[in-house]
């Protein structure tokens, strides 16, 4: 293992922490994060205390929580398609997530309690992936279960579309539109406490494939002469793909980007494993949708950008030049 | 490792592709697989690697089913080649073929074995490579490579000499050879005629799904067989007691059914 392998972990590790603290001082009210701390654990009911757990926490929480499940997500979902271009709404849970917090949107629950939204969104992900593991189990290949994928976001995308078009009112119909964008805003430690268990065991399927996606490699012949059991690893890559990603859109929205493009940028740095690149890009991750986050903070745009939007923006053009300078390194 | 194959089929949709294949390959012995394209080959290889079930029949290793071994243990016995052999990412050589000791997860040994296979597929040079960097040659090299770094009792390859220019060919079964004296089982996939005839010691002659020869090269490689396999005759001479095989002129296109 080379240096810059060892220290990238720690090093990435070191950044999550430095920007969740970021996360906890930067915000739209002044804060001394001191002595809110200390208000804190001394069990005051001060209102910097309130802040800090009632705001600052869960954003910063949520965050690094929704940017490691993408990161993670997406490395995992790349090595077992063998393929780059894969991210981790493709096997359509985040779709069949956006359109159960839309339901619950439209239906008027969203208004009778304020843990309606993302119950609709786990509700619409478990559902997904209950179809898609009985299709895995049924000894589906990679390829029909990602065809599966795209047909089922496609599905879900012409219902949310529905729904939009039924909308009741306008006003409606631009909530509807402005949650889809994705953002951390505004959400309590009750979203951290709903969404946080699924993530954890999503993350824990996902990382147990790490020897798998490193065989995958040579393909699925030559994985499975290793001993690699090839239905156990899709299963565990996409029921833990759907877990994980389910409840990050359950509780925030749509975020794209980080899934696809933070694998790319740590893969280098990792030699091209994906074993070990999946730690990396969910640290990776997390330190991106946090930086998006504060950074869309500190602009000073109100009301606040969403943060899909900002990681898209960032995304986006920074996708366009890692592929410029792959392209010259190729020629 | 003794593999035998009793009576096998396979089924590809509706089409059987492999039907009452029987055949056996022992310890210190290298088998070829030799048929025209899609006689089955491939199929059968898979299936004598464990790889797939047969449809009917059975495959056993040292007289045990694969699923009485275990996947891992079967991992660490029997190395498989995969035919034309992709590297998605591009990993370094040396990474690739260390995949070779994932059923071990034997740290201490684990650079010795790698180091030793690297040598033997003759790519140690090339250990620092990215994968995507090498010649279709080279990557094939390196994948024998990495079977050879399981170490293992069986060694069942798919074509592993068929994008070698005529120096690596000569290597390459030269290794499988060795492996053989050493104990191994080999089995191999092979196209040409004259390498099968000088460095295999049984042949099994497959057409469109069924064994019609199995036996020395010398028993299955006649122009008769050959004929009835491939459609081509042959010109044949011997050389310092090894006998040389050249396809001459086509008599038909291979049998299909």
């Given at each position: 293992m080379s240096r810059s392998h060892r220290w990238l972990i720690p090093g990435l590790g070191l950044l999550v922490a430095v920007l969740l603290l970021g996360s906890l001082a930067i915000g739209y009210a002044p804060l001394d994060l001191k002595a809110a701390l200390g208000d804190v654990l001394a069990g005051r009911q001060s209102l910097p205390a309130l802040v800090l757990l009632q705001l600052r926490l869960p954003r910063a929480l949520l965050g690094a929580a929704v940017g490691f499940s993408l990161g993670l997500t997406g490395a995992a979902m790349q090595g077992l398609m063998r393929n780059p271009l894969a991210d981790p709404g493709i096997v359509g849970v985040s779709g069949a997530a956006a359109l159960g917090a839309v339901i619950a949107f439209y239906s008027g629950f969203a208004n009778a309690f304020a843990l309606a939204l993302p119950l609709g969104g786990l509700t619409g992900a478990a559902v997904a992936t209950a179809l898609l593991l009985a299709l895995?189990?049924?000894?589906?290949?990679?390829t029909l279960l990602i065809l599966a994928g795209v047909a089922l976001n496609s599905l879900c995308g012409a219902l949310t579309a529905l729904a939009?078009?039924?909308?009741?009112?306008?006003?409606?119909a631009l909530e509807i539109v402005f949650w889809l964008m994705g953002s951390l805003a505004d959400r309590s430690l009750d979203h951290v406490a709903l969404a946080l268990p699924f993530m954890v065991?999503?993350?824990g399927l996902v990382l147990a494939t790490a020897r798998g996606l490193d065989a995958l490699t040579l393909g699925e012949d030559t994985a499975a002469s290793l001993g690699i059991p090839l239905r156990r690893l899709r299963l565990l890559v996409i029921g833990g793909t759907a877990a994980a990603v389910g409840a990050s859109v359950a509780v925030a929205g749509a975020i794209g980007f980080v899934g696809l493009v933070v694998p790319h940028l740590l893969?280098?740095?990792v030699g091209h494993r994906p074993g070990r690149l999946l730690l990396a890009s969910g640290l990776g991750g997390a330190a991106l949708t946090l930086a998006a986050d504060i950074a869309l903070r500190l602009l000073p745009i109100r009301p606040e950008l969403k943060l899909g939007v900002v990681t898209a923006l960032i995304g986006a053009p920074f996708f366009l030049?890692?592929?410029w300078r792959l392209r010259r390194e190729a020629e | 490792m003794i593999i035998t194959?009793?009576?096998?089929?396979?089924?590809?949709g509706t089409r059987t592709v492999l039907d009452g294949v029987s055949l056996e390959a022992r310890p210190g012995e290298v088998l070829g697989l030799l048929g025209a394209n899609g006689a089955g080959k491939t199929t059968l290889l898979r299936l004598l690697a464990g790889l797939e079930p047969p449809a009917g029949g059975n495959v056993t290793f040292d007289g045990r089913a694969a699923s009485s071994i275990g996947r891992a243990e079967m991992g660490r016995q029997l190395a498989y080649l995969a035919q034309g052999g992709a590297v998605s990412w591009p990993m370094t050589v040396e990474a690739v073929v260390a995949?070779?000791?994932?059923?071990?997860?034997?740290?201490?040994t684990e650079a010795a074995a790698i180091a030793r296979a690297m040598a033997a597929a003759d790519t140690t040079h090339l250990r620092a490579r990215p994968a995507g960097s090498l010649s279709g040659g080279e990557r094939m090299r390196v994948l024998l490579a990495r079977a050879l770094a399981v170490e293992g009792r069986a060694l069942l390859a798919d074509e592993p000499v068929a994008a070698l220019d005529p120096a690596h060919q000569l290597h390459t079964m030269e290794v499988l050879r060795a492996k053989a004296r050493d104990g191994q089982t080999v089995v191999v996939v092979l196209h040409d005629l004259t390498l099968a005839s000088r460095f295999c010691h049984r042949i099994a002659m497959l057409s469109a799904g069924r064994l019609i020869a199995f036996g020395t090269p010398g028993a299955v490689l006649t122009a008769d067989i050959l004929a009835a396999a491939y459609g081509v005759t042959v010109e044949a001479g011997t050389r310092a007691g090894e006998t040389f095989i050249l396809p001459w002129t086509r008599i038909r296109t291979p049998a299909h059914e």
């Open positions: 895995a189990r049924r000894g589906g290949g990679t939009l078009n039924l909308s009741p009112s306008p006003y409606a065991v999503g993350w893969r280098p740095l030049a890692l592929l | 194959g009793q009576d096998l089929r396979a089924v590809r995949l070779g000791r994932l059923p071990h997860g034997d740290a201490p």
